[in-house]
């Protein structure tokens, strides 16, 4: 499936270069399960091979990814709430936990948006939470777009760097996105156990 798709994009991206950049990762954003560790490093490729700018390349990605995260951002703020209050009780999320998700995202919204942009999966999802926090569009907007440069500038780099070692690239992004997730699970288990040690004590 994983061969099948990055043949597709690849493709794509030869094609249509940054009308493809553009598509294929404001889907990304908007929680559409689209790899932009794919498809960024072979706009990195084209790069090297003097057919994309890297800077356009770039910049056309942060934009689709702002532009992403606008559509999901809106689902989460104007669709999320209704939805939690008639089926949170089923995933163990009630209305204390949105009061708490909003009073997080008025203090922290801004670094937490930067940071998680940055980071595999989470940053296909973070505009969700922040829709459903309310936090203010202006700031959701300019700090997704700030923490989408410096991650697609990186792949874009890595693609132009490895261009012509796409499967030893692809190995080593496999293994980065391993560890940070692991990392972040081990993180958030940390977190719970805290909150239930402390409800308990």
């Known amino acids: ?22 598509i294929t990762m404001t889907l990304e954003s908007a929680c ?28 056309t990605a942060a934009l689709a ?13 104007y669709g999320g709430r209704s939805f939690i209050n008639k089926y949170g009780k089923y995933i163990f999320l009630s209305r204390k936990h949105l009061n708490q998700a909003e009073s997080w995202f008025a203090r922290r919204g801004e670094i937490t948006v930067f940071l998680s942009r940055m980071l595999p999966a989470v ?10 926090a309310r936090m203010d569009f202006i700031k959701f907007s300019i700090y997704s777009f700030l923490g989408s440069l410096p991650w697609n500038f990186a792949l874009v780099y890595l693609g132009y760097i490895f261009t012509d070692k796409w499967d ?11 560890i940070a997730l692991g990392g972040l ?7 719970l156990i805290f909150r239930r040690k402390r409800k308990c004590g």
């Open 168 to 178: 030893q690239l692809q190995r080593y992004l496999h293994e980065f996105n391993l």
């Open 32 to 59: 559409i399960p689209i790899p932009s560790e794919i498809v960024m490093p072979y706009a990195g490729h084209l790069v090297a091979k003097g057919r994309l700018g890297m800077f356009e390349a770039t910049m």
């Open 123 to 132: 940053r296909t999802f973070i505009s969700l939470p922040a829709g459903i």
């Open 65 to 77: 990814n702002l532009s992403g995260s606008w559509l999901a951002y809106i689902v989460g703020r």
């Open 1 to 22: 499936m994983l061969s099948w798709l990055e043949h597709v994009l690849k493709s794509d991206i030869e094609n249509y270069k940054l009308l493809a950049i553009y």
């Open 185 to 191: 699970s081990s993180i958030l288990a940390a977190y």
